[in-house]
């Protein structure tokens, strides 16, 4: 029996952005970084993981220059890259003759619309805020499973847990991640979920609150300031941007509080609306 053509299939290529990066490359000289992430909606973080996959395999090739006294990178897809893509297409197109031809195919199906295993997982992660003001470090992070459970604690839970849980799975949870930094004076967290929809995080954000902790340029938000049973305070920012609603929040004192959660807030809503 003859190989199935899902086994041509190159696990370099076929994912669906670096896919999509070869084939925009295919029918010109050179692309844009910048060109080449607005066509493919992705952000610069999740654009530069996968050029450099393609990189790494020989597929592409990045030129960086000064124009206008500005640096820019050039994209170009090397001869390498241009016989890859072709024998991926051709066992694509194996693949829908077998389809149209043969009935339904699960594998075929499953290969076709399946994305990378944790391909998901790390795009989110790529919105969640890593650069952060001196002093703090990131101690920890995890992927957060549909179900609201952080894939690499799963033991993890806190007091307000089984009420997000409800009410994020109520609006279709995709999943998300979880973020946490320490530094002398004070700790951050950054929780984000996906939700199945744009109205999803407005309708939360909607339903809690009015906030006792304003935030500029920061709606649509809830910001709160409460009292820690423990001593010190507790500063929260909800953010939403689109399907993602996003908690920042931050134990420490009153002024260290006032001082960087806004800062923290303001470098996640920025990762959320570029």
Partial sequence: MDPHPAQRLDDVVHQRV???ILTVLSSEPRVAFTVLRDLLGQPDSGLSRHLRVLE???LVGTDKVIEDRKPRTW???TEAGRHALRQELAALRSMM????TGGADPLAFATLLGDEPGERDRERADLVISEVPEGFRMSRESAVDSHYKLVSMPAADWSSHSSQALTFRSHGLLGGHFRSFASPTASAHVMLVELG?????IAILSALAPSTLLIDEMDPYRGFLLDREAGGKLG??????DRYLACV???GEEEVIRELLPQFASGQRAKLTR
């Fill in 75 to 77: 994209i170009s897809i």
């Fill in 236 to 241: 929260i920012c909800w953010l939403a941007a």
């Fill in 97 to 100: 003759t077998a389809i149209e």
């Fill in 197 to 201: 929809n744009e109205e999803g995080p």
């Fill in 249 to 251: 929040s931050m134990t």
């Fill in 18 to 20: 670096r896919l999509g």
């Fill in 56 to 58: 790494d395999a020989r």
